[in-house]
């Protein structure tokens, strides 16, 4: 049995004080105290800073963790992409896999308890299964050309915790795209990343130009833009993903959200600024009432996999009060995932795990360039 405590607890949304989190041998928690005489408290491990639940990093590709440092920092999305097809094939197989540990390793230091990881192949399943994060997979559908899901759902049922997901709504064609946005599991798409994305259902633009050039064909331009692509093709009541939307309108935001409340934004500052030096539209989803929450895309897109320093770069971009941050990173995600009758919030019955975050300003509450995230349970 362990009593942990520090100056802030995120409890119910709210950063609260004078709160102690009891847990059992396993992690799971057996009763939340309040009491404004902690030191009083038999055997309470006190931790200066704020206790928040694991966090949820709801957009991960650890298989590319090879590719730190090794993509130009704002080379654009089509540099990007070029870049990854150019470097891609220099890592041995053993490379990619000790990258993927030291990654994983990581994150798990830092405070992530469950992440929704994007994969093409299962290279670096072993390291998923064998860690003490719990991975939700999603293997990507992509490419104009490739018309057949069954590989990569016969490589899903493998594995728990899998399912399959269309890359994005510019890059599979209309049938895979519908069948895999009406199947059961986690669904994850990348979504209006780029200005071009949209302006190919205009059909212009370069992603269109690009298109001609190869003579590749798509068969779902008759959908007005990529959002109303997926309200027709998801049911109403089908969980989703949406990572990144640094290019979402109003309009887009507007079209989803009508059409199902199970729609999570997926914000990744720290890859959107790498890439392209965009920025998430954080203060248009807040103010459409917008569920959000955090991921941290791969290491080929980004300095660190670090949750706090995505969040550190959106309080730079948005008033939003630090609590409804860490609910982003925590409970929303969770939420996202499904997994939140034992993940993502402090509550008798749950097992969330526990992290200190350090370095905060506690006055304004607010993280600053110090500030940092350590496990204790």
Known sequence: MRKIASHYALIDGE???NRVIELDDNGVITNIIESSNIDAMASVEFYPGILIPGMINAHCHIELSYLHNHIEEGSGFAGFARAIGAVRNNFTTEERLRASRVADAKMWDEGVEAVADIANDDLVMA???NSKIEYHTMFE?????????APLRELATRYDRCSVTPHSTYSVQDAPFRELCSNE?????HLLESDDEALLYQHRGSLHDWYERMGWQCDFLHYATPAERIVASTPTERAMLLVHATRATAEDVATIERHTRNATWVLCPESNRYISRQEPPVALLRDMGAKIAIGTDSLASARSLSMIENLRQIGKICDAPLAEMLTWATINGAKALGIEDVKGSFACGKAPGVVIIEGADLQAMRLTPETTTRRLI
């Open 141 to 149: 559908h992509f490419g104009l050309n490739n018309l057949s899901t």
């Open 127 to 129: 390291v998923k299964q």
């Open 15 to 17: 950063l609260v004080r």
């Open 185 to 189: 599991g986690a669904l994850s798409i």
